[in-house]
């Protein structure tokens, strides 16, 4: 398995790796304070709002800024940010599935 990634350089987690960050009742803080980027689905389902990836391909977490390089990935609501992301650790299996996703591992 390749090296733990530096997030900074990575993001691939809340870029285009994946389609939907689930957003579910025990994500209160997320639910409380960033009601603007909580999308709520006609079918009860609740994610984080996206945004067209800079590369033109697929779409990242609105949350996101940053592009790895120049300035490094940071998530602006990282201490609201829900079970799905925080639950998610670096160097695990859906981590580096996240970078063969977007192309940084293989």
Partial sequence: MDP???CATCGACCREAFDSVPV????????AR???LVVHHDDGWRDLQRTAAPSGCGSRC?????????????CTIYDD???ACSELEV?????HLARRRVGLST
């Fill in 24 to 31: 579910v009742d025990t994500d209160e803080r997320t639910l």
């Fill in 91 to 95: 160097g695990s299996e859906n981590c």
């Fill in 34 to 36: 960033q009601r603007d």
């Fill in 62 to 74: 609105a949350a996101l800024i940053g592009d790895g390089e120049l300035a490094p990935y940071r």
């Fill in 81 to 83: 940010r829900p079970a």
């Fill in 4 to 6: 733990t990634p530096d």
